[in-house]
Structures are given as structure tokens and as C-alpha cells.
């Protein structure tokens, strides 16, 4: 894999709001030991998969308040 350099930090554009995603996303990771750097990993796939969640949930909702308010005709 190659390394993520400072300067190809993501480009927040698009509607993403200034959260701590993007606070995080923007840090330097340089003075992180390969440790560090593993475990960070592992927290940020459990936050990936926590918003996964928690899109699906928001998503079923919608859907079934669609479907209780869609026309019946």
C-alpha cells in the first residue's frame, strides 16, 4: 500500500459538514508508531460500521414513513 502523504489528505467538498471526521481526517499521521496506526484503524472501522447502522436504520424509517404516507388510490 502506498503512503498517505500530508498533501493527498481527502477533500472535504461536497456537503460533508466540519465534524470530527473530518478534523481527524485532516490530521497528520506522522507521529503515530505502527501500533498506533493499527489500532486507529480498527476504531475507524467500527465507526464506519456504526454509521452503516445507523444509515440503514434512517433509511428502513423513511421508507416506512413513505409507505404510510404514499397515496392509497
Known sequence: MLPFMDDDRPNFSGGVR???????????LDRYS??????RILLLEQEIMRVRLRLESASA???AAEALFRPHG
Do not use: I, K, M, V
Open 18 to 28: 466540519n465534524d470530527a471526521a473530518q478534523r481527524l481526517a485532516s490530521e497528520s
Open 34 to 39: 505502527q501500533d498506533e496506526l493499527e489500532a
Open 61 to 63: 424509517t423513511r421508507l
